[in-house]
């Protein structure tokens, strides 16, 4: 009888975790053996049990995912990773191919397609979510580093990061404009141009930025 395969979840949020363990615990072949909440905790979680693949967030506290990923390349190579994110710019696919990442699985993919990812990540193969740019992939794969863009972050204003870091902290368009003393049109114009430099197009996913970058905590 073939032993089932043996998959680690990292994801700080608990919902998500707890539905990620019921959707892999689901399929006959698969057996969460461990979870973490934080980057620091995934690291450990895969060394103590090495298992064939880890499902990692990119957007961790304490260790942020990109970091985790390298971490647990260098202790444990053997096991396979998919970076789960809600990140599409193609600076963080770039980033988490490099640090080790074998897939790449946007957080907005159904049932089939993460299901997808980890099976096509065990048996060998790379697995990125088709919404990932194909430039991005094939630039990645035949190693054309010049292809790697200019950070989203790079391009943001003073300003549009100030209005990030309040974004992350929970602050509404009113007290965002209050606290700045600028117009609430004027806010909700920074909030439009930040969703279309970072590519994010929800308050959680600004946030998520925002905590990678060390602007907040969660």
């Known amino acids: ?18 539905g990620l363990r019921a959707l892999i615990s689901s399929n006959p072949d698969l057996e969460v053996v461990g979870e973490a909440g934080d980057g620091k905790e995934a690291i450990l979680c895969v060394e103590k049990h090495a298992p064939d693949l880890a499902l990692v967030d ?3 506290p304490r260790t942020d995912g990109m970091d985790a990923i390298r971490e647990i390349k260098s202790r444990c190579p053997d096991t396979k990773i ?8 193609e600076e963080y696919v770039l980033a988490a191919l490099e640090a080790g990442a074998n897939g790449y699985v946007l957080k907005d993919a159904n ?30 794969l035949e190693g054309k580093k010049d292809l790697k863009p200019t950070s989203s972050w790079e391009t943001l204003t003073k300003r549009e990061r100030q209005v990030l870091k309040l974004i992350a902290e929970g602050q509404k368009n009113k007290e ?43």
């Not at 032993?3 to 608990?14: G, H, M």
């Not at 397609?113 to 990645?140: C, F, H, K, R, W």
Request: glycine content about 2%; proline content about 1%.
């Open 1 to 18: 009888m073939r032993r089932k395969w043996r998959i680690v979840i990292a994801e700080d949020y608990t919902i998500l975790r707890e």
């Open 58 to 60: 990119l957007s961790m």
């Open 82 to 89: 998919v970076a789960l994110t809600v990140h599409k710019a």
């Open 111 to 140: 049932r089939a397609e993460l299901m997808m990812a980890i099976q096509t990540v065990l048996d060998g193969n790379s697995y990125l979510s088709p919404a990932v740019s194909v430039q991005v992939i094939e630039g990645y």
């Open 176 to 218: 965002i404009a209050d606290y700045l003393c600028v117009s609430v049109k004027t806010v909700e114009k920074h909030r439009a141009n930040l969703m279309e430099k970072l590519d994010l197009h929800s308050a959680s996913a600004l946030t998520a930025f925002a905590v990678e970058r060390g602007l907040t905590t969660k």
